[in-house]
């Protein structure tokens, strides 16, 4: 069964960067398509971006196009979410998810099949 772990929040001033990680394992990633939710307090949680299972499929939120790009390294197990010129409003957990396609990403649903723990993203100056 697949397992994901995020790494890479923390706090960032306006304007900053930051790159999370999400670390797969226990099964093969090519299989799966990829994307990052957030939670902002007091607000629900959102789809931000996602990758196609082959890396040739990106989409974005309109809020961070621009701003963050989703890759995927599946010699290292791994997806990326790059976070340029953060703004305050970014502050939130970042979720990384996965599941077999696209599909939760047009009809904007959060059912999805794997959920890692949540890492805190925080832009203050």
């Known amino acids: 069964q697949l397992h994901l772990v995020e790494s890479g929040g923390g706090l960032a001033q306006p304007g900053g960067s930051l790159r999370l990680s999400c670390a797969g394992s226990g099964a093969n990633l090519d299989y799966y398509a990829f994307g990052w939710f957030r939670q902002a307090p007091g607000k629900e949680r959102e789809a931000v971006s996602c990758?196609?299972?082959?890396?040739?499929?990106?989409n974005y939120v309109p809020a961070v196009k621009g701003r963050f790009t989703i890759s995927r390294d599946d010699a290292k197990t791994t997806v990326y979410l790059q976070m340029d010129n953060l703004k305050p409003e970014d502050t939130a957990i970042y979720y990384c998810?996965?599941?077999?396609?696209?599909?939760?990403?047009?009809?904007?649903?959060?059912?999805?099949?794997?959920w890692g723990q949540g890492t805190q993203v925080t832009v203050s100056s």
């Open positions: 990758i196609s299972r082959t890396g040739t499929i990106t």
């Open positions: 998810v996965a599941a077999r396609d696209l599909n939760w990403w047009y009809t904007r649903s959060s059912n999805l099949e794997v």
